[in-house]
């Protein structure tokens, strides 16, 4: 996501002062090594189901590619027009996929939301239910129990026979 801002920023700059100057270009710059740094690590990203969430990079990877447009139409060289024309490809390309993706999840696979219950569209379990664990960090157990047996087991004392660890420490350190 924070590829966007240096990309907008570049873009708005640009038409602010209606040409693309240092400022501008440093923020393109700045853009484009954030979406090289990313691009390196397309295995990272690899083994993921489906999401909705996935729309959230087309934001910035549209905004980079009409940054390199900008920048071409100002820097007209081969390497400019080919980096626009790559990216600009990468972006539609990545709408499209993301485009029949979602279509076929909502309407043919109907498993858009597929661990969200409360917005789930299918009608089909997706899966036996599992009981969740018994932890110590419960928040359904905390919340049952009410305030005051809380308050009342802070004060109790040990029960006859069983020594604290601070106890334990005390009297190892003694000898």
């Known amino acids: 996501m924070f590829i ?6 570049s873009i708005a700059w640009g038409a ?6 240092g400022l501008a270009r440093t923020c393109f710059f700045i853009a484009l090594f954030l979406y090289c740094s990313l691009i390196v690590r397309v295995n990272f990203f690899r083994g993921f189901r489906f999401s909705v969430a996935w729309w959230s990079y087309t934001f910035p990877m549209t905004t980079a590619s009409i ?4 920048y071409a139409e100002e820097v007209p060289s081969v390497i400019s027009k080919g ?3 790559t990216l600009s490809f990468m972006s539609s390309t990545m ?7 979602t279509l076929l ?25 599992k009981k969740p664990l018994k932890k110590a960090y419960d928040i359904r157990r905390w ?30 350190s003694c000898s």
Request: no cysteine.
């Open 67 to 70: 940054a390199t447009i900008k």
């Open 83 to 85: 980096l626009a024309l």
């Open 4 to 9: 966007a801002t240096p990309a907008a920023a």
């Open 95 to 101: 709408v499209s996929i993301l485009l029949v993706s």
């Open 143 to 172: 919340t049952k129990q009410s305030p005051l047996s809380l308050v009342s087991n802070i004060g109790k004392p040990n029960s006859a026979g069983k020594d604290t660890e601070m106890e334990k420490l005390d009297i190892s």
């Open 16 to 21: 602010i002062y209606g040409e693309f100057d």
């Open 105 to 129: 999840h909502a309407f043919v696979w109907q498993t858009l939301f597929p661990n969200d219950l409360a917005i789930a569209i299918t009608k089909r379990r997706q899966g036996k239910e």
